[in-house]
């Protein structure tokens, strides 16, 4: 059975940082394109980016929304997809959920961005 | 960004009766590869998105779970498309969300609520 387990969330000030994991199990990793997703209430459901498998390069597309400030990243040895959050703002609260393509979703980790 | 226009909001209907949501697209969502990349989502209360049709038609099947029950079916083509719930359970209650997948970002709808009566 396909699980993904996101970590990693918070309450963090704005201008921090922080690094979500994915941690996923029951399928290929390494063959997988991963997604990051978030939703809140005031910008609903929102892609964040993806990281293609290894096989397809490996490269990533990131949200003009947060590019430059947030990477994705993936350990295959590890089965496991990251997404580096940096210079956080208050708009970055949500609910960020990985997903294997665009089929399965993990159960999401709540981010708060305020001091 | 393509623009993701659902109705309606919300809508409420008895066990047993028909619900039809449409979702109307900016641009067209046919690829160059000849398929089209729309997908029908189902938030339950307190859960997480589940995949419920992808590519306007097909049933997801998340094997060795089970498939979506062919109560549910999509259709249309280029920017306009429609989730239909021929029969309508208990189960079905939550927050339903087209999004388009043929061109970068990714982009939602905004929602459409089923409440069971």
């Known amino acids: 059975e396909v699980q993904l387990v996101e970590s990693g969330g918070g309450l963090v000030q704005p201008g921090r940082s922080l690094r979500l994991s994915c941690k996923a199990s029951g399928f290929t990793f390494g063959d997988s394109a991963m997604n990051w997703f978030r939703q809140s209430p005031e910008r609903g459901l929102e892609w964040v980016g993806f990281i293609r498998s290894k096989s397809n390069g490996g490269t990533t597309e990131i949200a003009a929304s947060v590019r430059g400030r947030f990477t994705i990243s993936r350990d295959d040895s590890k089965s496991i997809a990251y997404l580096q959050m940096n210079s956080l703002k208050s708009e970055d609260t949500a609910v960020y959920y990985c997903?294997?393509?665009?089929?399965?979703w993990g159960q999401g980790t709540l981010v708060t961005v305020a001091s | 960004d393509i623009v993701m226009t659902q109705t309606p909001l919300s809508l409420s209907v008895t066990p047993g009766q028909p619900a039809s949501i449409s979702c109307k697209s900016s641009?067209?969502?046919?690829?160059?590869?000849?398929?089209?990349?729309l997908y029908w989502y189902l938030q339950r209360p307190g859960h997480s998105p589940e995949l419920l049709i992808y590519?306007?038609?097909?049933?997801?099947?998340?094997v060795p779970v089970s498939g979506v029950p062919d109560r549910f079916s999509g259709s249309g083509a280029g920017t306009d498309f429609t989730l239909k719930i021929s029969r309508v359970e208990a189960d079905d209650a939550g927050i339903y969300y087209c999004m388009q997948g043929v061109q970068l970002p990714y982009t939602f709808g905004r929602g459409t609520k089923l409440e069971i009566k």
């Open positions: 997903t294997r393509g665009r089929r399965d």
């Open positions: 590519e306007v038609s097909s049933r997801f099947s998340r």
């Open positions: 641009q067209s969502l046919l690829h160059s590869d000849g398929r089209t990349y």
